[in-house]
Nanobody, 119 residues
Framework: VQLQASGGGLVQAGGSLRLSCVAS????????MNWYRKAPGKERELVAS???????NYADAVKGRFTVSLDNAKNTAYLQMNGLRPEDSAIYSC??????????????WGHGTLVTVSS
């Protein structure tokens, strides 16, 4: 199983970006998808998460601005980011608990995608 994140880029403050994370390979189901970010000089931060029952959680810093979603048919998760701020600049990575069959679940990391927000 591989996770591939995409959709990062350079955007002005107040703008929007939508990140995607595609799971490929022997994916039976995505049980939990997490989005993390890591900015220079800062700890890695859990930004948002969603379960296959569509329960979501957000970091306080992004509540009301970011929305996480999951399309099981496409094995793809999205992070819609609106009202971006310079402090949102970071490398965003996806991390997932993926079931490869009914009995086995593993945790996977994808490579990050860079988000830069200019002031």
């Amino acid at each position: 199983v591989q996770l591939q994140a995409s959709g990062g880029g350079l955007v002005q403050a107040g703008g929007s970006l939508r990140l995607s994370c595609v799971a490929s390979g022997s994916v039976y189901s995505i049980d939990v998808m997490n989005w993390y970010r890591k900015a220079p000089g800062k700890e890695r931060e859990l930004v948002a998460s969603i379960t296959n029952s569509r329960t979501t959680n957000y970091a306080d810093a992004v509540k009301g601005r970011f929305t996480v979603s999951l399309d099981n048919a496409k094995n793809t998760a999205y992070l819609q980011m609106n009202g971006l701020r310079p402090e949102d600049s970071a490398i965003y990575s996806c991390n997932a608990d993926i079931r490869v069959n009914r009995n086995y679940q593993y945790n996977y990391w994808g490579h990050g995608t860079l988000v830069t927000v200019s002031s």
